[in-house]
């Protein structure tokens, strides 16, 4: 259902389809839109053990009641294009897969946009990768593929598809629907008419109403998992005024851990450097009264933390940004020093957490130590939002979008399973008030 709501993002990119639009029929409605891809197709979600790229093993009833609902909305509301996944359904690769790209998407949903293979896809059919790329070329294209992804020898691939299409190994046909396909969307996107992008919106890149736009999305999505030892002791809203704090953790004062993968290049990037943006120290030191001494040590001793005086701290930790398969985890633990900074920390004096994290982790074994446990996931440039709720001037409002499990071995847990215990339940959230001062 979530995942269904998101497809929303489909108008904010390529306008809002007209109420008299045939389904399934892409739109872009101006220059200044862009064409939405829906990816990837389909059960990307569901590999076995969530190992990228791997084999989902699903009824066909799983398939069209968890997996496929998201691409019915996402065709209803005119998107583009279709990515193909990597992973396969049943043993059976999705880039190969004839009865889902074609017999399905284009033929039972009525898709007219067209189907994108991902990056280097159709070599990934065979294994090792590029083995056997003529029948890479041909079991992908006769199962409905109709713009390939060749990030380097593109010769080879239009060589190759020339002789299989001059054998009848793929048939002209095919060719004609992958080449109308793709121009129906050249079309809706106005790219005859004005081939180039539109320059003047450079300027809109980072700017301050974008970016205060981020800031609120950041707010609103923190989720306040445990506030006070006890229900009539919250700790948060933070004090603005106290004469010393701790902030610690290794993300406490990195932007690129603040915006994972995916952020300046494909694995992301650590330190502050990489772009613009605020981290949440910064945040912290610009939201707290001028008065209070704002004290930062990336991971302190126990006797550094009990000798200090502080108030109180924050601890900032996390996982360090990933991106595909380098974050394949059977262990979804944080990675040292953080969960030594919180014991170091929350063992002595009273601690907010803040964990920075694109997915639950293993929290569990720390929760009783620490007073006020929040979840930032990954919050991006705008630090300043982190701030804005735990120092009260905004109310904590966001709830879990997924069920967040004590160990692993509960994994995979969903709402509605027979043994549902997690350690915070789906659509679990705290909410505070906002400071009066």
Not at 251 to 272: F, R
Not at 280 to 302: C, G, H, M, Q, R
Not at 375 to 390: F, I, K, N, T
């Amino acid at each position: 259902m979530i995942v269904q709501q998101m497809t929303e993002l489909i108008p904010g990119l390529q306008g809002d389809i007209p109420a008299n639009s045939r389904k399934g029929v892409p739109y872009v409605g101006g220059k200044d839109k862009v064409a939405a891809c829906a990816k990837h197709f389909v059960g990307d979600g569901g590999t076995v053990n969530g190992i990228n790229e791997n084999n989902t093993v699903a009824s066909g009833h799983d398939v069209y009641s968890i997996h496929m609902p998201a691409y019915y909305n996402s065709i209803i509301k005119g998107v583009s294009t279709v990515m193909a996944s990597y992973s396969s359904l049943n043993g059976v690769k999705m880039h190969a897969n004839r009865a889902m790209l074609t017999d399905f998407l284009k033929d039972t949903l009525h898709f007219r946009g067209f189907v994108i293979s991902d990056w280097e896809g159709i070599d990934r059919i065979t294994s090792p990768a590029h083995a056997n790329y003529t029948y890479s070329i041909e079991a992908s294209i006769n199962a409905g593929v109709d713009m390939v992804m060749v990030p380097y020898n593109y010769p080879e691939f239009l060589n190759d598809l020339t002789d299989l299409v001059n054998k009848k190994a793929i048939p002209m046909s095919r060719i004609d629907d992958a080449v109308r396909r793709i121009l129906r969307v050249k079309f809706s996107m106005g790219l005859f008419e004005n081939p180039l992008s539109d320059h003047s919106f450079a300027d809109k890149l980072g700017c301050k109403e974008h970016r205060e736009l981020a800031r609120e999305a950041v707010r609103k999505s923190l989720v306040l998992l445990k506030n006070g030892k006890s229900p009539n002791q919250p700790l948060v809203p933070l004090p603005k005024k106290a004469p010393k704090i701790l902030v610690a953790g290794t993300h406490a004062d990195n932007l690129g851990y603040q915006c994972g993968g995916w952020t300046i290049e494909w694995q992301g990037l650590s330190g502050n450097n990489m772009t613009d943006g605020t981290t949440i120290l910064k945040a912290i030191k610009a939201t707290v009264d001028p008065s209070t001494n704002v004290i930062f040590e990336e991971n302190p001793t126990p006797d550094f933390v009990k000798s200090q005086g502080f108030s109180y701290a924050v601890v900032i930790v996390g996982e360090v940004p990933y991106a595909e398969t380098n974050g394949d985890s059977l262990n979804l633990t944080i990675p040292e020093p953080g969960p030594t900074t919180i014991t170091n920390v929350c063992g002595a004096i009273k601690c907010v957490v803040v964990v920075v994290s694109g997915r639950p982790v293993v929290i569990e074994p720390y929760v009783q130590s620490i007073d006020a446990l929040v979840v930032a996931w990954l919050p991006g440039s705008e630090g300043q939002g982190v701030a804005d709720v735990l120092f009260g001037d905004y109310r904590f409002t966001g709830r879990l979008a997924r069920t967040w499990f004590k160990s692993v071995d509960q994994l995979p847990m969903s709402l509605g399973d027979a043994h549902y215990d997690p350690l915070f339940p789906f659509g679990f959230g705290l909410e505070t008030k906002p400071n009066s001062h």
